[in-house]
């Protein structure tokens, strides 16, 4: 399994600001995730990421709020934008080591525990 | 809409029962179902996967798929204090490596 780091691991934010989470995974990875667990909540993909090309956005979420980057087969980053109170969750990085239709095993990083004030 | 459901507990067994966690699926095409393990403040951690009808058996974990019932299980022999945790039941598609997960169970295992 991949050993995924993300950063920062927690942060509180000021309403209308925005912050960049990072998240690195050891080896060369097919597929990155983005998820958000609100409190108490099970897991809710945000977005795909796609190494060099667009994410691919969930119902619900959308590029100019979630913003993300993958430049290459082991990092990504995802922008939480313009924040309010309801952002204020926990957002987790995945990773899947195999090709579209395969296993799909999916691995987590620690993640990120937003507050937003 | 692909939903997974579970129910939300809390499961309360005693130390050394077995414990049963279950998942309904609603999109038949589902291939790949997985039981991640999530301690309160951490992440999700993947402790079975399950691709074919029947049961798959890891240490005190035994994963059962019933893919026409649309059901997929997981037991827990000789459960511990330290098995204490929501378990997330989780499907992937036909397509794609998309997971939708359920809303979890948490089981909680009483010395």
């Known amino acids: 399994s991949a050993v995924i780091s993300q950063k920062p691991s927690r942060d509180i934010c000021q309403r209308g600001t925005s912050l960049t989470i990072q998240c690195q995974v050891d080896?060369?990875?097919?597929?990155m995730f983005w998820y958000r667990q609100q409190p108490g909540q099970s897991l809710t993909l945000i977005a795909t990421a796609n190494q060099g090309s667009e994410a691919t956005y969930e119902s619900g979420f959308v590029i100019d709020k979630f913003p993300i980057s993958r430049p290459n087969l082991t990092f990504s980053t995802l922008t939480v934008s313009n924040m309010s109170p309801e952002d204020s969750s926990i957002y987790l990085c995945?990773?899947?080591?195999?090709?579209?239709?395969?296993?799909?095993?999916?691995?987590f990083g620690p993640g990120t525990r937003l507050t937003v004030l | 809409q692909k939903e997974v459901e579970q129910n939300s507990g809390p499961l309360s067994v005693p130390e050394g029962a077995i414990a049963s966690l279950n998942c309904t699926y609603s999109?038949?095409?589902?291939?790949?179902f997985f039981w991640y393990r999530q301690y309160s403040g951490k992440s999700p951690e993947l402790i079975m996967s399950?691709?074919?009808?029947g049961d798959k058996e890891d240490g005190r974990f035994t994963a059962q798929l019933n893919k026409a019932s649309q059901y997929v299980s997981l037991l827990i022999r000789d459960s511990q204090p330290s098995d204490s945790a929501t378990y997330l039941c989780a499907v992937k598609g036909d397509a794609g490596n998309m997971l939708t997960f359920g809303g979890g169970t948490r089981l909680m295992v009483k010395p």
């Open positions: 999109d038949r095409g589902s291939q790949s």
């Open positions: 995945s990773a899947a080591a195999g090709t579209s239709g395969g296993t799909g095993e999916q691995f």
């Open positions: 399950i691709y074919s009808n």
């Open positions: 080896s060369q990875v097919t597929m």
